[in-house]
């Protein structure tokens, strides 16, 4: 199903499905660290913190680099490297993207 498309608009799924995620995570973790530091109980926040960062970085792992990962092992060394450039450049064009959202407020 994936080798339908193109690899410049998978890698835009790939970049645009991690910003939705860090998305997701920011609201998770705006909404938990608070009620924990007005309850008195600042001990857990940094241990929630840090278990959302560990399976963060495994989800962001496999979203990045599954189906780069997935071509290498097939020994398509190319198309691999060629996805990674494209999801780093779209992930780029989003950090820009927003901060130019940020710096015009």
Known sequence: ??????TPFLAFLQASGMVFYIFLISLFL???TPKFIQNGEQFYAPIIMLITFVFSAVISATMILGRAGMLFWEKKYIKSFTLLGWTTGWGLFYLVLFLGILLKK
């Open 1 to 6: 199903m994936l080798n339908k498309f193109s």
């Open 30 to 32: 705006n909404f938990v």
